[in-house]
């Protein structure tokens, strides 16, 4: 009888996929393979958990390593039991709600948590954790935080042991040499992953074991027992910490008493233990936080110094500054001292530690202290805010004597000064100033703190302008008087350096004075006296009144009223401006009256500046005389305007402007006026940039005395004074939109009357107009109107077709202007006008010029390109375009194509695929012609479609005399600069290429 062989065929698909791994991994897979059932039994199985995928995926990962790696037996052995042990968690057999069922497993997962195996410990404890998640009976919690429990008390007596031994560096190998040594560390390694998940009952049980280990010294243990403590104080309830918090603060506090005797970053650790410690305490409402924060300032702030951990501790001395000092607790009466406040008050005393702690690290610091020291001071300077001079006097003086020990031109004293800046804005100059003056040794005339100059100039705010006429003035007068005294040339140019620099503190002390409507008259007084004898003052007032004016407006307008212009606005140069409570709008009313009730004599003053101005017309008065005019009584600014043109004779002494006159009598004129011709050219331009200035706040009668103005200046010259016309005329549109609205067909007439301009600055400032008209006329959709839009509309395309490069981009910019105009407005008809202005567009399409249809093309082409969705609104817009490529002349046609590259580039592909077949039969018959770049063109038409659109949907709409070109293309694709696209061709459309 012969005898069977045995049988060899791996049955399992999986063995067969996986014969050369280990066996002791096979019942792994076996466990995974799609035919594997659950074990029958009184196991039911569980439903199913989020971490089953991940445990799974860990475990296949752990036996490809085994594959790759060619790991000993041992270790693919602990795999196979690790994996096997998890994959009865994850696949459902056992029971997570009965103990019994897990023990064994769970058993394993402690044992290998410990393992003296690097990788064999993390995944271990990974899947420790996840376990542990998945557990939902407070039976299976209880008895598995009993396990670890137990685990963690066989090793506390090693433990303990380890915490009172101190190391040394040199000895630590030798400490951990030990392996039940090692076997702690692993221990509480462990124990850190099950804290969030062991049962309260156990918790309250570990933590009072685990704050035993802390010791004021550093041990081997250190690092571990904080990271413990850590996960009790983020995971644990009141219930478990709450018995502990003092012994944890204690221990804490004890290890932090030694300072650099432990190592610096457990010494950061330990801070930010008891700041999260002292946050829990402060939401509770426990009192005793009040005590611990001292320990918690002194220690993070005495970690300043040290470059190494300066950072952290700065942060977590800014949050402590934030969150637990209040200065509104602190109440000091002018007669009590700082130390008898400090004794009434927890938080007076709280601050005065802190700031003698910050105050000694500053004494400390040999230079300049690093940028994290000095950035919690500045934080203190904000939070504490005018109590700062009585708390933080002595710091302010240290900072000082750091300003003049290192000189403050030094590019790194930024940090030094910012922090100096801080200290003005919490105390104000005022204070700043009394306890640093600025002065003058009338003897050898050196100067004392003049470095606070440009420091008050970037942080003054919320000051006084009393203060600036009463005591800083004075001050710069008397250093311009010493300046004049010395005999040295150069000290006397510093000194008159210095006196300008206190002068030029105006603007500064305009950022929201708290006294603008009781001084502001005493201070137009002496800015018009500063405005006709210091030249060198023009500019700080101009800017100082901008400041004034635009603050108090943006109070006025806001939330009622948003539409503040900003032309003339003035950026504040302090960020801490945002921190200063704004005026009321009631305050800044009356604010507003006091600056109206001056601005008629300030008004005449930078006026008669502006015109007189010999070297360029300075655009901080320009600006400022616009502030002014736009909060003045418009019939005070048209007086102001209306003397003006009598002055240089534009107006009759009835008030008529005087007629044209040929050059012939203007010589004549000239005669008897000694008023050259180029003379009158040149007031006209300076009265008409001055009246655009006047626009902002005008009434009726100033707007139609400026338009008349207009007018004049069009009808007097061919060019000259146009630019400014067209602007200012811009600019009544803008600001004044009744006044389109009563006289559009006026305007247009004599807009259109014009010839188009030759400078591209004047055909900016025309278009403009024409923006504003042309939208107005699409909304309201009368004939005339209509009429009167495309007459323009039809300028702004000739335009696209100048052959300067800077006139096209204008009236590119025009015609998106008009079209976001439409789009954005709030008109009920913008909609409906927005379609106006595309039909207006296509009209131009079937013209007979092919300059003008070429331009249209042009003109779609920018509006497509800036809102693709047209194509869709206007069904018949794509159809319309692609049918001039049946036109002969090369102008429209290459307009087309450049259409058509826009088209299917801002399209999006499933909108593009409604118009391939159009495009494709519109551009091919053009990929013949190979001058003017035709050729290329419809090449990169099709790759774009390719790309977006896939090959296959290209190809079907390829008439079959073309497919060679088509061919072409696809090479041109393949070899592309563009490597990954290339790639892509080359793996998906290779089989075309034979």
């Given at each position: ?459 003054v705010v919320g000051a006084s302008l009393g203060y600036y006429m009463e005591h800083i003035v004075p001050l710069a007068k008397s250093f311009k008087q010493a300046g004049r005294k010395v005999k040295k040339s150069v000290i006397g140019q510093d000194l008159q350096a210095h006196a300008h620099g206190l002068w030029g503190l105006l603007p500064a002390f305009c950022r929201y004075p708290v006294d603008t409507q009781n001084k502001f008259g005493t201070l137009t007084e002496l800015m018009i006296t500063s405005l006709k004898k210091y030249s060198f003052m023009h500019q700080n007032i101009a800017v100082a009144l901008q400041v004034l004016v635009n603050q108090n407006r ?338 429209v046609i290459k307009a087309v194509l450049g259409f058509t590259k826009v088209l299917v580039s801002c399209l999006k592909a499933k909108d593009l695929q409604n118009f391939l077949s159009d495009i494709i039969s519109g551009v091919l018959p053009w990929s013949s012609v190979s001058r003017n770049h035709i050729r290329s063109k419809v090449t990169v038409i099709l790759e774009i479609m390719i790309r977006k659109c896939g090959f296959s949907a290209v190809e079907s709409d390829i008439p079959e005399k073309h497919k060679s070109f088509f061919k072409t293309v696809l090479q041109v694709c393949f070899f592309s600069k563009n490597i990954a696209f290339s790639m892509w061709f ?9």
């Open positions: 009888m012969k005898h069977r062989k045995p049988e060899t065929r791996i049955r399992n698909p999986i063995e067969k996929r996986h014969r050369n791994l280990p066996t002791a991994t096979l019942p792994i897979l076996r466990l995974y393979s799609p035919t594997a059932q659950p074990p029958l039994g009184n196991c039911r199985r569980t439903p199913f958990h989020p971490y089953s995928r991940i445990t799974t995926l860990n475990s296949l990962i752990l036996l490809r390593r085994c594959n790759q790696q060619s790991l000993r037996l041992e270790n693919s052995r602990f795999h196979g039991s690790c994996g096997v042990t998890f994959a009865r968690f994850d696949r459902g057999f056992c029971d997570l709600e009965e103990w019994d069922s897990v023990k064994a497993g769970f058993e394993s997962l402690i044992k290998f948590s410990i393992d003296k195996r690097p990788k064999v410990r993390r995944s271990a404890q990974e899947c420790l954790e996840k376990v542990f998640k998945s557990f939902r009976s407070s039976t299976v919690v209880k008895e598995a935080s009993k396990l670890v429990f137990s685990l963690f008390k066989n090793y506390m007596p090693v433990a303990l042991t380890l915490s009172e031994s101190r190391i040394f560096d040199e000895s630590k190998e030798e400490t951990l040499s030990k392996l039940e040594h090692l076997d702690v560390i692993h221990m509480l390694n462990l124990l850190k992953v099950t804290v969030p998940y062991i049962s309260v009952k156990i918790s309250s049980k570990v933590l009072p074991e685990l704050v035993k280990l802390l010791r004021s010294e550093f041990s081997v243990l250190t690092r571990q027992v904080f990271q413990n403590i850590e996960a009790f104080l983020v995971s644990s309830s009141d219930e478990v910490i709450g018995p502990q918090e003092e012994n944890i603060i204690d221990s804490l506090s004890g290890y932090l008493s030694l300072g650099q005797k432990n190592p610096v970053d457990t010494v950061l650790y330990a801070t930010t233990l008891l700041r999260i410690t002292l946050d829990k305490l402060r939401a509770r409402g426990s009192s005793s936080w009040m005590s611990i924060r001292h320990k918690v300032c002194g220690s993070a702030a005495g970690l300043l110094a040290d470059e190494a951990t300066a950072s952290q501790a700065s942060d977590i001395m800014k949050e402590l500054i934030n969150l637990y000092i209040d200065p509104k607790e602190i109440v000091i009466n002018e007669s009590q001292s700082l130390d008898d406040a400090s004794q009434e008050s927890e938080e007076a005393n709280m601050v005065k530690s802190t700031c003698a702690v910050l105050e000694n690290i500053l004494n400390s610091c040999v230079g300049i202290p690093n940028e994290h020291l000095l950035g919690v001071i500045s934080v203190l300077f904000n939070k504490l805010g005018d109590i700062s001079h009585l708390f933080m006097k002595n710091i302010i003086l240290k900072l000082a004597d750091l300003m003049d020990d290192i000189g403050h031109d030094k590019p790194d004293t930024n940090h030094l000064r910012n922090c100096m800046g801080s200290a003005v804005v919490a105390i104000g100059p005022e204070k700043m100033l009394m306890l640093l003056p600025i002065s003058i040794n009338p003897e050898n005339f050196t100067c004392s703190n003049i470095w606070l100059v440009p420091i008050l100039k970037d942080h943006s109070v006025m307008y806001s939330k009622s009223d948003g539409s503040v212009s900003n032309g003339n606005t003035v950026k504040d140069s302090v960020s801490e401006c945002q921190n200063v409570a704004p005026y009321s709008k009631k305050t800044a009313t009356k604010n507003i009256k006091a600056l109206a009730s001056c601005s008629s004599e300030l008004l005449h003053a930078l006026v008669d500046i502006f015109i007189d101005s010999q070297s360029g017309k300075p655009s901080y008065i320009k600006d400022a005389i616009a502030c002014l005019a736009s909060i003045s009584n418009s019939s005070v600014t048209q007086k102001v305007f209306m003397s003006l043109l009598e002055r240089f004779q534009f107006v009759t002494g009835e008030g008529e402007f005087q007629q044209p006159k040929n050059y012939g009598d203007e010589l004549v004129e000239e005669e008897v006026h000694s008023l050259n011709v180029q003379g009158k050219d040149v007031h006209r331009c300076v009265m008409m940039e001055l009246a655009s200035s006047l626009v902002v706040g005008a009434k009726a009668d100033l707007i139609d005395l400026i338009y008349n103005f207009v007018v004049f200046i069009f009808q007097a010259t061919d060019v000259t004074g146009h630019c400014e016309a067209y602007h200012t005329l811009s600019r009544i549109l803008q600001e004044h939109s009744w006044f389109c609205s009563s006289r559009f067909v006026e305007l247009t007439d004599l807009l259109l009357g014009q010839k188009s301009p030759a400078d591209v600055a004047t055909l900016k400032n025309r278009f403009a107009c024409f923006h504003i008209l042309i939208v107005h006329a699409l909304e309201m959709n009368s004939e005339e109107e209509n009429t009167k839009a495309f007459l323009m509309l039809n300028e702004i395309i000739l335009i696209l077709k100048d052959a300067r490069e800077e006139a096209r981009k204008v009236a590119y910019d025009t015609l998106l202007f008009i079209s976001s105009s439409l789009r954005n407005s709030s008109c009920t008809t913008s909609g409906e006008a927005y379609q106006r202005l595309i039909s207006m567009l296509t009209g131009y399409l079937s013209g007979s010029s092919p300059y003008i249809t070429s331009g249209a093309v042009s003109a779609l082409s920018v509006l497509v390109h800036n809102d693709a969705e047209i194509c869709l609104k206007v069904p018949d817009l794509v159809p319309s375009l692609l049918s001039l490529l049946q036109n002969k002349a090369l102008e080359y793996f998906s459309f290779s089989k075309h290429f034979d």
